[in-house]
Nanobody, 115 residues
Framework: DVQLQAFGGGLVQPGGSLRLSCAASGFTFRNYAMTWVRQAPGKVLEQVSVINSGGGSTSYADSVKGRFTISRDNAKNTLYLHMNSLKPEDTAVYYC????????RGQGTLVTVSS
């Protein structure tokens, strides 16, 4: 079974930084493009960033461009999201998923940006 577990969230002040990680298992991680998505309270799911299978191509939502960086370590079956200059509107539960199947997202991690 596909398992994707995100962790690394927490409470951070505006302007702060966090690094999220996602541990993948149950599929051949290196063969899949991966994505980070988030869901804020009362809002729809938003795709934040995508990375191709090799890690050489990335894309970002306009709302996070220039502040977030997606990366991956295929040897460790791990996906990362480095988040800088965090804003209160970044508050959400963050999930990782296969880019081709957002339903594959597993347990998310809560990021709260507040002073």
């Amino acid at each position: 079974d596909v398992q994707l577990q995100a962790f690394g969230g927490g409470l951070v002040q505006p302007g702060g930084s966090l690094r999220l990680s996602c541990a993948a298992s149950g599929f051949t991680f290196r063969n899949y493009a991966m994505t980070w998505v988030r869901q804020a309270p009362g809002k729809v799911l938003e795709q934040v960033s995508v990375i191709n299978s090799g890690g050489g191509s990335t894309s970002y939502a306009d709302s996070v461009k220039g502040r977030f960086t997606i990366s991956r370590d295929n040897a460790k079956n791990t996906l990362y999201l480095h988040m800088n200059s965090l804003k209160p509107e970044d508050t959400a539960v963050y999930y990782c998923a296969k880019a081709s199947d957002l339903g594959s997202r597993g347990q998310g991690t809560l990021v709260t940006v507040s002073s």
